[in-house]
């Protein structure tokens, strides 16, 4: 990699610092504040926006070649972070049920166009021999804004939040960090590659390759992790330890995904997709068994690490996996095809309210991410795609 596609990636690493440092790190207190009697005054209905911003992330991604087509990968990104920034100034303002579901679509949507396009310059920047290690930059710098977010907005909320007036200075942090972002965004240069829209054709072939789907079960069963996160840990949390501790105690899932997704693509450039995808999966199935057996604050923290490992893994290695598998001009669809999957399984624990005491959920869950790290290792060889797709 050259000196200038270095600074280039560092640049998009840092706006994904700043967005994920500000409207990012907001996500754990979203629920919290909007179920205020200032806002909706209920946790389903506060839990129902949050379900909401990656419902319209999962559909829109399949639109994001047609903006990247038309606006370029730089106005793309522009586009997206500023969608970050727009969230966290509406959840300031706005007391509407209406306006909030609006401001979660809008953030989904740019959310969808802000990870594609800098998700495809990541890898254009990147030799292909090192898919993984760019990836793996991409995520690091998410990860280690929604840490640095979750702690700094954690403390200035305080303890034990109750009215509005104790989540301004975290809105106030996230607006700020995420509005630097898109600053920092216009550093970005144009990309010279074009990019073909998706086909229905596409879908359809994807549907039926037993191998694509095979990858499409893993990034689904891996999603939970962060819907449970969000939504029950940080329920559970709050009741035990007042809202306040949310940052502190969920500070372990962050840390694992930061160093998840340092090494994790990394690893996988060095001892294959398959390898480092079986471990995440049995950690992350480790972490839903313990969260659903031990009820302690203490036992939450640790699982909600190892939670963290699976999904700054999973991901991380994923996106290396499309970029191994398919050339710039056709990465868009794929992509956007893939990782939908894994937003519909972040929206559903929230969606539906999955419960960390029902056992039959976390079973469910958990099985299942331990079967995917099985079904990992025993078809490495099915993890491609059509030769055709490329």
């Given at each position: 990699m050259s000196r200038s596609a270095r600074n280039q990636a560092f640049v998009i690493a840092l706006v994904f610092f700043c967005a994920f440092a500000g409207t990012g790190a907001i996500q754990p207190y979203v629920v919290p504040i909007l179920k205020l009697e200032s806002k909706t005054g209920s946790e389903r209905l506060a839990s129902l926006v949050m379900a909401l911003v990656y419902l319209s992330f999962?559909?829109?991604?399949?639109?994001?070649?047609?903006?990247?087509?038309?606006?370029?990968?730089?106005?793309?990104?522009?586009?997206?972070?500023a969608g970050y920034a727009f969230f966290t100034v509406n959840l300031y303002f706005c007391d509407s049920f209406a306006g909030l579901l609006a401001g979660a679509i809008v953030w989904g949507i740019a959310a969808s166009v802000f990870w594609g396009s800098?998700?495809?310059?990541?890898?254009?920047?990147s030799q292909k021999s090192a898919y993984g290690k760019a990836a793996g930059n991409l995520y690091?710098?998410?990860?280690?804004?929604?840490?640095?977010?979750?702690?700094v907005q954690g403390f200035l909320c305080g303890k034990s939040p109750s009215s509005i007036a104790d989540y301004r200075g975290a809105i106030c942090w996230a607006i700020a960090a995420s509005s630097l972002g898109v600053g920092v965004s216009f550093l970005i240069r144009p990309s010279e590659n074009e990019y073909v829209e998706s086909e229905p054709a596409q879908f359809k072939k994807w549907f039926s390759d037993r191998r694509m789907m095979t990858v499409v079960f893993c990034l689904f069963m891996s999603s939970p992790a962060y819907g449970i996160c969000l939504r029950q840990l940080n329920t559970q949390i709050a009741a035990i330890s007042g809202a306040g501790s949310i940052g502190l105690t969920l500070a372990?899932?962050?840390?694992?995904?930061?160093?998840?997704?340092?090494?994790?693509?990394?690893?996988?450039?060095?001892?294959?997709?398959?390898?480092?995808?079986?471990?995440?999966?049995l950690l992350g199935s480790g972490g839903m068994f313990l969260s659903r057996y031990v009820g302690s604050t203490a036992a939450y923290a640790l699982g909600a690490a190892l939670l963290g490992l699976m999904f700054g893994t999973i991901p991380t290695v994923c996106l290396a996996w499309v970029g191994d598998e398919t050339t710039p001009r056709n990465r868009l669809p794929l992509h956007g095809f893939l990782f939908a999957w894994r937003d519909f399984g972040v929206a559903l624990p929230m969606l539906f309210g999955?419960?960390?005491?029902?056992?039959?959920?976390?079973?469910?869950?958990g099985v299942g991410a331990a079967a995917c790290a099985v079904l990992v290792r025993l078809m490495p060889e099915r993890l491609t795609v059509n030769a055709e797709m490329k």
């Open positions: 999962a559909f829109a991604r399949q639109f994001v070649p047609f903006v990247v087509r038309r606006l370029g990968i730089r106005r793309s990104i522009n586009l997206g972070v800098s998700s495809m310059r990541m890898l254009e920047l690091f710098g998410t990860q280690a804004g929604l840490v640095l977010g979750v702690i372990p899932f962050y840390i694992a995904q930061v160093t998840a997704s340092r090494f994790a693509g990394s690893l996988s450039d060095r001892f294959g997709r398959a390898r480092v995808w079986s471990v995440g999966f999955v419960k960390l005491a029902d056992p039959s959920v976390l079973m469910i869950f």
